[in-house]
């Protein structure tokens, strides 16, 4: 070695033969340890929070394969699920591991779904440890890595958030395949080939984030040996195409959902400028993780600021050259990771409604990580280290408890958001959708007159506001409805709902034709649009016309089999065309799927009574009054006297 590359480098600490039992070796087991309790105390109080409505609802508790996944319909779900995107976003395995969960303890303990995501975090902390202590780093300088990777602020909204299951649960797999090919490489052992591909692959199905993992494996080749070779590269063809299939197969999704459509700085320049900031903002919040919200809205215009971070793409590229020149493995190493692994997400094609999102830190923030706790090693003589060490994963823990509880519910998620930046449409939108499911009327309508002041195209809240003036009824505020989708169709004609929600408020307003016109239009747009079908068959019903009654809610019924209150309707409608016995068979799937249901019993037993079936019509009687339904006092009488 030439004098002008004498320094320390990453190789020059050796690996310990220890790894090879690392079951077996109490102080990395001890280190291991240490890292995951910090973690799971930081996260250990998700398991009392609710969902928060932001994607949860599309991911999870509206999500149809989920919330109906049955024993007999399980492999029918399943293939729904890896064969549909969610908004645009092709993660199946994460929506099925929701289902998974539906099925062993139902959709009202999202607890337990926050403590999985705690659980998949804590996971990938023992396989950060692992990776670093075969990286060559000894048990102190891998507790800091894992613990930084455990308790680091920007690790919330990926562990906290239940729709992130994706990030912790593609982390586990990509965690899971870097660390058998470093291990394949530091003790050159041929194996492990299967393991690493069918690793990456169920991560592309958790992630398309996934897809940077070959080159994440070029960054260990080069860390390992000091050099990328021809072979390194080849070796990963496969792996390539597998990541190519899935990034196209991704971008493909994003683009038919408009998630790649551009709404502001649209100049291949202007988007530059905006993922270059981002990049530095990034590294910057590895050091100080300042300011941290759920949403960053994109500025109003674009500043010297932010121009000034178009200085990171030379910066960055020269640092790169540098230190590959200079040997220093590990700082090239650590950027390259952390720069591979961020770069497809930096809005430079942007998908989204902001332009950072602390998730996408996720598994690149490693390669910063690893360049910390190697100094701490190099320099483990120095008391002053811990003491910085210490100091910062105290005050990192103490900012992760208290960010993440801001997770807690809708309320608390967007009010932290608006208090970040209230220049968010969205964050005021999703406060009111909460506030109004609450009940919170004046609340959740001035939050809407926040949102239409920052932007008065957004057809969505105008949508949101007049849900709330049909709800609260009467004339006049039933106009206000209409004058509000109104304005939601103006800026929007091609949602369905927009119609649907329009002409129900005109049916309550008594103007059937013009409630008739927007429920056809809108099934005309979406013909699967279940609220339009059950809105059309109450028309239908109450018109009297029961044969076109009956057709729309069958409509309705095979888009949601699960609804149980119109299989009811179903059996309802049936009766009054005077087909009683042909009724019977809806009522019973009522109670099947609701069997606590008394008002279900009281009808079937009215109706068994009409047809003379009086064993059939006590019994249901005697279950209605079992459940308590409210029971006409004359039937009462009739019962009783049979």
Same mark, same amino acid.
């Given at each position: ?188 052992? %041929? *194996?492990?080939? #299967?393991?690493?591909?069918? $690793? !990456?692959? &169920?991560? +592309?199905?958790?992630? =398309? ?20 070779? %021809? *072979?390194?590269? #080849?070796?990963?063809?496969? $792996? !390539?195409? &597998?990541? +190519?299939?899935?990034? =196209? ?30 990049? !530095? ?362």
């Amino acid at each position: 070695m030439s004098k002008k590359n004498n320094k320390v480098k990453p190789n020059d600490v050796k690996v310990d033969e220890p790894m090879k039992s690392f079951w077996k070796d109490k102080g990395a087991l001890l280190s291991a340890g240490i890292a995951i309790i910090f973690g799971l105390i930081c996260f250990l109080q998700t398991v009392n929070f609710d969902y928060v409505n932001w994607d949860d609802d599309k991911n999870v508790y509206d999500n149809e394969l989920v919330t109906t996944i049955t024993a007999d319909n399980f492999v029918e779900n399943t293939k729904g699920i890896f064969t549909t995107d969610v908004i645009g976003n092709y993660n199946p395995l994460p929506i099925w591991t929701f289902a998974l969960e539906n099925l062993a303890f139902g959709m009202d303990s999202p607890g337990k779904m926050h403590m999985n995501n705690v659980f998949l975090h804590l996971i990938c902390v023992l396989l950060i440890f692992r990776i670093s202590r075969l990286l060559g780093l000894k048990n102190g300088a891998a507790l800091l890595v894992a613990l930084l990777f455990a308790i680091h602020p920007m690790r919330v909204e990926s562990v906290a958030w239940i729709t992130e299951r994706k990030d912790v649960l593609f982390g586990v797999f990509f965690l899971g395949a870097l660390f058998y090919y470093v291990k394949r490489k530091v003790y050159g052992e %041929k *194996k492990y080939t #299967l393991i690493i591909t069918v $690793l !990456f692959i &169920l991560a +592309l199905f958790s992630k =398309i984030q996934a897809v940077v993992l070959p080159l994440s494996m070029i960054a260990i080749d080069y860390y390992l040996s000091g050099k990328i070779t %021809k *072979k390194d590269i #080849l070796s990963k063809i496969p $792996l !390539f195409a &597998l990541s +190519l299939a899935f990034g =196209i197969f991704g971008i493909m999704m994003l683009k038919g959902q408009g998630s790649l459509e551009q709404a502001v700085y649209n100049t291949w320049w202007e988007r530059l400028t905006i993922g270059s900031f981002t990049y !530095f903002i990034y590294v910057i919040k590895a050091i100080v993780p300042f300011e941290l919200s759920p949403i960053y809205p994109y500025p109003s215009k674009l500043t010297a600021g932010h121009f000034a971070g178009l200085l990171m793409i030379p910066t960055t590229l020269y640092f790169l050259y540098y230190t590959y020149k200079k040997e220093l493995k590990v700082w090239f190493f650590g950027i390259l990771f952390f720069t591979f692994n961020i770069m497809f997400l930096l809005q430079i094609i942007g998908a989204g409604q902001g332009y950072l999102a602390d998730r996408f830190t996720y598994i690149a923030y490693f390669g910063l990580f690893f360049i910390a706790g190697y100094y701490v090693q190099k320099f483990s003589s120095k008391t002053a280290v811990y003491i910085i060490a210490s100091i910062a994963v105290i005050v990192f823990s103490v900012i992760t408890t208290r960010q993440t509880e801001i997770w807690e519910n809708g309320e608390t998620l967007w009010t932290h958001a608006i208090a970040q930046n209230d220049r968010s449409v969205l964050s005021f939108r999703n406060r009111a959708i909460y506030r109004r499911d609450l009940k919170q009327v004046q609340g959740a309508l001035e939050d809407c007159t926040s949102a239409i002041n920052l932007d008065s195209t957004d057809s969505e809240i105008y949508n949101t506001r007049a849900k709330l003036y049909f709800d609260l009824g009467g004339e006049e505020n039933l106009k206000k409805a209409v004058a509000d989708y109104d304005k939601a169709i103006q800026y929007d004609t091609t949602t369905s709902d927009f119609y649907s929600n329009r002409g129900a408020a005109h049916i309550q307003l008594g103007h059937t034709e013009l409630g008739m016109y927007d429920l056809n239009k809108g099934l005309e747009i979406n013909p699967k649009n279940a609220v339009n079908y059950r809105n059309r068959y109450l028309m239908y019903r109450e018109m009297g016309d029961y044969d076109k009654a009956i057709k729309d809610v069958k409509s309705y019924l095979k888009l949601r089999p699960e609804d149980a209150d119109m299989w009811f309707e179903h059996a309802r409608c049936m009766r009054l065309k005077k087909q009683d016995k042909e009724s019977i068979p809806f009522f019973t799937k009522a109670i099947e799927l609701v069997p606590n249901n008394g008002f279900f019993y009281y009808e079937r037993s009215k109706t068994y009574y009409t047809m003379g079936d009086m064993a059939n019509a006590k019994k249901d009687y005697l279950a209605a009054n079992e459940r308590r339904a409210e029971i006409d006092p004359e039937y009462h009488k009739l019962m009783q006297a049979n």
